[in-house]
């Protein structure tokens, strides 16, 4: 055999066998952390979720309380795995917050005047679970609120969580976010969601409204499905693209916010009837 190879075969044995007892080592390791947290992220299991009263409000706000200013860590609350939930209100449910167990102690909840607060504590959950910071950002996961309220007026300022309305019948849904906003199965006189980022998602579906307010410069990724819709009213500036089926009965209302704004209405399939006032 030659010297080179015997160098390369040796090389090889020396990485195998260094693996294998790596390995080994790990499975004896201690590991109960491993099962809340994989590099920078946190994960929140959803065990057993506890109900927190809260007193009657008109508009939420969701946001983070820092304890720790000191830090420069941004957390970061991606849209699959965490959000907040507005649902109808039930029996024996009304005005009622429910949160894993896991996150006890770790979210304060407070109202003043018409708002009811949510604070998350980041810094503390970070503390407890000796996460790892990676590009000054520590994402969790499992950060899941259901709130059982008549009012879907939000004010959600945690970056990437999602908002999501259900099966409520209000006057007004208006949803300001940093997130997703999904709105599913309601009826509203008017629906009102405006995003903080264009890099996140709209979607409306089985819904009714008299009136959607959409600002697309803030929409990037949005769709109306299956909706009953009276009247839309668009603004935006630069280019924007829609597509309006035949079987959408809508009025379009577009208010351009310069003289450079452009709205280019798509209309495949059967015929449609434009009224321009």
Request: include cysteine; proline fraction near 3%.
């Amino acid at each position: 055999m030659r010297p080179t190879s015997k160098i390369f075969l040796g090389v090889f044995l020396s990485i195998f066998i260094l693996s294998l007892l790596f390995i080994i080592g790990f499975s004896f390791s201690e590991r109960s952390n491993y099962g809340f947290r994989t590099l920078n992220t946190i994960y929140i299991p959803q065990d057993n979720p506890i109900g927190i009263h809260v007193a009657s409000h008109r508009v939420i706000v969701l946001e983070v309380d820092r304890t720790d200013e000191q830090t420069e860590i941004y957390p970061v609350f991606n849209s699959s795995g965490n959000s907040l939930v507005l649902n109808p209100i039930t029996s024996g449910e009304e005005n009622k917050l429910f949160i894993p167990e896991a996150l006890n102690g770790f979210v304060a909840v407070k109202t003043n005047n018409d708002t009811l607060t949510i604070q998350i504590k980041s810094d503390e959950i970070r503390k407890e679970y000796d996460a790892e910071i990676w590009y000054n950002q520590l994402h969790f996961s499992g950060v899941n609120f259901n709130l059982y309220t008549s009012n879907a007026n939000v004010v959600n300022k945690l970056n990437g969580l999602q908002t999501k309305v259900r099966n409520m019948v209000t006057d007004s849904i208006k949803i300001d976010s940093r997130g997703d906003i999904l709105i599913e199965s309601c009826k509203a006189i008017v629906i009102d969601p405006m995003m903080n980022q264009r890099n996140y998602r709209l979607t409306v579906k089985n819904s009714i409204a008299k009136i959607i307010y959409l600002d697309l410069d803030r929409l990037n990724d949005w769709k109306l499905e299956k909706c009953d819709i009276e009247i839309e009213n668009l603004t935006g500036s630069g280019r924007h693209n829609i597509t309006q089926h035949r079987n959408e009965k809508v009025k379009i209302n577009w208010r351009p916010k310069n003289k450079n704004a452009e709205l280019n209405i798509k209309v495949p399939g059967d015929t449609i009837q434009i009224v321009f006032q």
